[in-house]
């Protein structure tokens, strides 16, 4: 369960940026919270924005530390230069509009919980990477009731320190560890309990952008765990579906025998079932002809289904994207259901959908917003912390769509008069 994640120098963010999962004491919506024997914790953030604000970059940001952690063991290599040209591709990018950050190592931490029935585990996490590979690396954690952080292991440039592995495991982490190179990772693919617990806690985490259109026609053909082969998992989707399109009845897959002996890849051909109006006969449609928003229900399905059974975090970038509203808040309410998630998963995503932007959905510290000021750095901030022009906290009972695009809050387009506009009055 994610609590806290932190990140500095990378893309539009040069200063420290904290998304603060943990509740604040306040009263509304207590019912969405997880209770995890540590205090509480939001199932649901909200990210709201202008364009080119910065939204997109905090997904980003936790992409790029997951990626990291899963693969940075395959980098480095003095003699390998597939292996040093994977690492060029993962080189971070830092604030490019001042000098001294544009030199400086980019940052990013975690805090999360392990929550296993009653016992309950907080780990600290987090590394600083430049274009010359990792020059910090951190793991500390501590028990529900402890004061302090233990130390798991420390490394610099300087400072190798396993002090909380097992030492029958340091020659072998001393001896392949490279400058590009985690720990974290390195020890997953070591099979050291203690990393592979975190580089596994990674690995379960999810990620939609829905604002790249390669990506999005990508998983709008990824395929449900079991789903060519399972009646029940079809059944399920169909169910999913019949939630915003009850027309949806079944779904029609045969296997495409390749004419390529040497290709050993399965394909198949899936038609979404419809029932006819004037008879008892079915029609069958390509799925790929189906609506672009039928489409993302069935990209987002099989992430959904796995962050649900996992209890892990979903980030989706531009959930409102080719969605109607009311599909968008089915989707959250999912989170917000403790039925539906016993497992406690969490949902961060970034939008443009103020419809969603009301009391009666969110608390206040779910709702975050991203500005981008006039030196073109990125700020993140909550609306649990926004003040009014009198230095007043924002009331909970407050319109906060209305209050959004009237300014109250920042976080909008700043919009300036059109060339068009100019054009036609000057006519």
């Given amino acids: 369960m994610l609590i806290k994640f932190i990140f500095s120098n990378y893309k539009s963010f040069r200063d420290e940026t904290v998304l603060d999962l943990s509740a604040s004491k306040i009263t509304e919506c207590v019912d969405h919270l997880f209770d995890v024997g540590i205090g509480r ?22 992409e790029y530390m997951s990626q990291y952690v ?25 604030f490019l509009f001042d000098t001294k950050s544009k030199e400086k190592e980019s940052s990013f931490e975690v805090y999360f919980a392990d929550v296993n029935n009653e016992s309950v585990k907080l780990y600290q996490y987090g590394f600083t990477v430049n274009s010359q590979g990792i020059m910090r690396e951190w793991l500390n954690r501590k028990s529900k009731t402890a004061r302090t952080y233990k130390r798991i292991f420390y490394r610099d440039s300087e400072t190798l320190d396993l002090t909380g592995i097992s030492t029958k495991y340091h020659k072998n982490l001393e001896i392949s560890l490279e400058q590009e190179v ?11 309990p ?10 379960k985490n999810e990620f939609a952008d829905f604002g790249d259109p390669a990506e999005s026609f990508f998983m709008s053909r990824f395929l449900p765990t079991g789903f060519v082969n399972s009646k029940e998992i079809q059944d399920n989707v169909v169910k999913f579906f019949s939630t915003f399109d009850d027309s949806i009845k079944g779904f029609h897959i045969e296997k495409v025998l390749s004419s390529d002996s040497d290709k050993k890849e399965e394909h198949y051909t899936i038609d979404a079932i419809h029932s006819m109006i004037d008879s008892n006969e079915t029609a069958k449609i390509p799925l790929h002809l189906e609506s672009d928003g039928t489409l993302k229900m069935f990209a987002l399905y099989p992430v959904l289904q796995n962050v649900l059974e996992r209890g892990s975090v979903l980030f989706v ?51 975050y917003f991203t500005q981008k000021d006039k030196q073109g750095i990125s700020h993140l901030y909550s609306l649990s912390n926004c003040v009014d022009e009198d230095g007043v906290k924002i009331r909970k009972d407050e319109s906060f769509e209305k209050n959004y695009l009237n300014g109250k809050y920042k976080g909008i387009p700043c919009i300036n008069n059109s060339p068009i506009t100019d054009i036609s009055e000057n006519k």
């Fill in 317 to 367: 970038d531009e959930l409102n994207a080719r969605l109607h509203p009311l599909l968008v808040k089915s989707f959250i309410d999912t989170f917000l259901n403790s039925e539906l998630n016993p497992n406690r998963a969490q949902l961060v995503f970034t939008t443009h959908d103020t419809s969603q932007l009301s009391a009666n959905i969110f608390r206040r510290d779910e709702i």
């Fill in 194 to 203: 203690k990393l592979k617990f975190i580089r596994d806690w990674f690995l």
């Fill in 70 to 94: 899963v693969n940075s063991f395959k980098f480095g290599g003095d003699d390998d230069s597939r292996q040093k040209s994977e690492f060029d591709y993962m080189k971070p990018t830092p």
């Fill in 41 to 62: 914790v939001l199932p649901t953030i909200a990210i709201y924005g202008g364009n080119a604000s910065g939204k997109s970059n905090i997904y980003q940001a936790f």
């Fill in 182 to 192: 985690l720990i974290s990772s390195l020890g997953a693919k070591l099979k050291i």
